[in-house]
């Protein structure tokens, strides 16, 4: 299986046989309902995403916090551990969110590397 990011304003610019998750704190009002699942566990808190989007942290505070938020919850565990087991059936799953992340600046891009590195263990 393949995991991979984007964005929702290309959501139409993805292929039709994905699997999107919104792993975003809401859903884009601009997004046809059932046209991406919520995975709300994978979103960074809204207290955390304030921080750094009003800059009272960088980017290099905000990469561990969110990585502790995404291990300290059971539910974000849970998420996290289902898209692994997705790994081995063949499909392509695709984290949107709001952000074009042309740095990779995004949590969705922290949410590959965690994949990753449980795919090491």
Do not use: N
């Not at 539910?75 to 799953?93: A, F, P, T």
């Amino acid at each position: 299986m393949t995991i991979l990011e984007g964005y929702f304003a290309m959501i139409d610019d993805y292929p039709e046989g994905e699997l999107k998750l919104c792993v975003a704190s809401s859903y884009p009002f601009f997004v046809k309902e059932g046209k991406m699942v919520p995975y709300l566990s994978l979103a960074p808190s809204l207290r955390l995403l304030r921080d750094y989007k009003s800059g009272y942290i960088t980017w290099e505070e905000y990469l561990p916090k969110f990585k502790d938020e995404m291990r300290s919850q059971a539910k974000s565990q849970k998420s996290l551990e289902w898209l692994k087991c997705q790994d081995k059936k063949g499909d392509v799953i695709r984290l949107l969110c709001w952000e074009k992340a042309e740095d990779r600046r995004c949590h969705r891009f922290i949410l590959l590397d965690i994949l990753d590195s449980m795919e090491e263990k």
